[in-house]
């Protein structure tokens, strides 16, 4: 089998085979195909495409193409949330100690930020001594414990897909929605969750802009989970604002915090009340509506509360921080950015937003470099609400005033101002599972 040919093939038009799949894959871990051949084959699938059948078996190939980690000394249905990026997105620190307090095990794996999203495991990381790498032996023992733990990927977790993103990423080719979603749902599979709930963000803030190619890259991965035996589904929502009013490490955890003593912003708030409720649901816990009760319960009784700070003490963190978050370090400067005419907020460019926090200091560029876990923003207005002329709009956080001055620039470019309320775009667009398509209206 020459890689020459399959190239050729998928140029042309044709299907791979599964031998032809697999061929590929084994080929990128082992280094046996070298990057021109690798990148050819890119761009004929971003041109040619693949079919489900084809997605499904790359995505397994990929899957098991390194660890697969091995959940089955814990009891119970297993869940796992994965988000498309975002900013302002802590919805993971809310909904996984919300899930657990209803009996149902989180198991879940997260990533870094890296460009203008933020990640999870740089958040959890702002708590003092809180870890977020161990062996298997211990992740399993915790969620048993526990029932959440919530670490860093693997480093061998789908290593074909790592190489070939690399590759996408330098040759114009990322925006493959069966690649996106063979990425996404390969790392998802080898993390071994039994019931995997996907939350595909759509608007200025992700990488999918419109409605209608979120929801076709969520058909496309339910039906990878379908193929694979995973119960999968996945909720459209928006990220055409920040989620909430803060972006940035720390600032996002005392969000979270408060979101999890009932006191939380509306948006946050209602984005995480249904992201888990779909999780309990997919685990067999009653229909949507009773899901939804068993959540607000789980906030009103302070249990989900209890269940965060049980995990940050089992994961090394000083679970005093969940109890008192005004201990978190405040950053040397703090900068009021104001408004420069009256009006309506009618439009963020959310993409801006997280850029301007990286400015700052709360995010990376690159991939190894230190962020200040104390920086970020924190927005005072959002879609539809009435501004005047030198009003606060929103307080940056950071350790230098230049990063500021020069942030603010990028924020008030990201806020568009108008004489006319616009209307409020809806939090969540639609939900894909093995059903369809159900949409929501505004």
């Not at 089955?72 to 307090?101: E, M, R, Y």
């Not at 990286?358 to 190894?368: C, F, N, P």
């Amino acid at each position: 089998m020459r890689m020459y040919d399959l190239i050729q093939k998928k140029r042309d038009g044709g299907i791979l085979t599964e031998t032809e799949i697999r061929f590929l894959v084994d080929g990128v871990v082992d280094g046996s195909i070298p990057d021109y051949q690798l990148a050819a084959m890119m761009m004929a699938i971003y041109f040619r495409g693949l079919n489900p059948k084809e997605t499904a078996i790359l995505t397994d190939a990929m899957a098991h193409s390194g660890d697969v980690v091995d959940l089955s000394s814990i009891q119970g249905v297993k869940v796992d949330k994965h988000s498309t990026g975002g900013v302002g997105d802590k919805t993971t620190l809310v909904i996984a100690p919300i899930v657990a307090s209803c009996g149902v095990p989180v198991a879940k794996m997260s990533g870094r930020g890296l460009g203008h999203t933020g990640g999870t495991v740089d958040k959890m990381e702002s708590i003092p001594g809180l870890r977020t790498s161990m062996d298997q032996g211990e992740f399993t023992r915790i969620v048993n414990q526990v029932g959440v733990c919530v670490v860093g990927q693997s480093g061998n977790l789908a290593p074909a897909d790592k190489k070939l993103y690399a590759l996408r990423d330098v040759t114009a080719t990322v925006e493959s929605k069966p690649l996106i979603a063979a990425s996404i749902m390969s790392k998802k599979i080898a993390a071994g969750a039994d019931c995997i709930l996907l939350d595909v963000k759509t608007g200025s803030g992700a990488f999918m802009k419109t409605v209608e190619d979120s929801i076709d890259l969520a058909k496309i991965m339910v039906e990878i989970g379908s193929h694979v035996g995973r119960t999968t589904a996945a909720l459209i929502t928006d990220m055409d604002r920040p989620l909430g009013h803060a972006v940035g490490n720390s600032l996002e955890v005392v969000e979270a915090i408060h979101t999890l003593q009932g006191m939380g912003p509306a948006d946050l708030t209602q984005v995480c009340t249904q992201l888990a409720a779909g999780l309990l649901e997919l685990a067999g816990k009653g229909g949507h509506e009773d899901c939804v009760e068993l959540v607000k319960e789980a906030v009103s009784s302070g249990r989900a509360l209890e269940k965060l700070r049980e995990m940050v003490q089992a994961q090394g963190g000083d679970p005093s921080y969940i109890d008192h978050p005004e201990q978190f370090p405040r950053a040397a400067v703090e900068y009021e950015v104001r408004c420069t005419k009256g009006g309506y907020i009618t439009h963020i460019n959310t993409q801006q937003v997280g850029i301007a926090s990286v400015m700052l200091g709360a995010g990376r560029e690159v991939k190894d470099a230190p962020i200040d876990h104390s920086a970020g923003i924190l927005l005072y207005k959002n879609i539809g609400d009435r501004v005047e002329e030198g009003e606060p709009l929103a307080l940056l956080l950071t350790g230098d005033g230049k990063k500021a001055r020069e942030a603010e620039k990028t924020l008030l470019a990201a806020l568009s101002v108008g004489r006319e309320k616009p209307v409020v775009p809806p939090l969540i667009h639609a939900k894909v599972d093995g059903s369809g398509v159900t949409r929501y209206e505004e």
